[in-house]
């Protein structure tokens, strides 16, 4: 079992800034990488941003936040981050942490999700 554990989402101004943490933590040996992910009312869930966790692994962006939104992580503490810029108000969503354990057929954890809510 995985756990991931999320902290940073709040309410912004259009315009300011937020960055989400993603901390994992229990069976991660075979942790391949880790995204996140929202979903806004009415809406279905979309991918947000993905990074692998080797190194020299590519990330990924839906194309709504490229420029503006940045993954990063830590190794060391096994953490992901998104720092999210520029923040519209099309951007308010739940946001959840995932993880994918293992390299074929991996198993897919999510986190609790954090709200970020952006006001014009």
């Known amino acids: 079992q995985v756990q991931l554990v999320e902290s940073g989402g709040g309410s912004v101004q259009a315009g300011g800034s937020l960055r989400l943490s993603c901390a994992a933590s229990?069976?991660?040996?075979?942790?391949?990488?880790m995204g996140w992910y929202r979903q806004a009312p009415g809406k279905q869930r979309e991918l947000v941003a993905r990074?692998?966790?080797?190194?020299?692994?590519?990330?990924n962006y839906a194309d709504s936040v490229k420029g503006r939104f940045t993954i990063s992580r830590d190794n060391a503490k096994n953490t992901v981050y998104l720092q999210m810029n520029s923040l519209k108000p099309e951007d308010t969503a739940v946001y959840s942490c995932?993880?994918?354990?293992?390299?074929?057929?991996?198993?897919?954890?999510w986190g609790q999700g954090t709200q970020v809510t952006v006001s014009s």
């Open positions: 990074i692998g966790i080797i190194i020299g692994s590519n990330t």
């Open positions: 995932n993880a994918e354990v293992g390299y074929r057929n991996p198993d897919i954890y």
């Open positions: 229990g069976s991660i040996l075979r942790l391949v990488a």
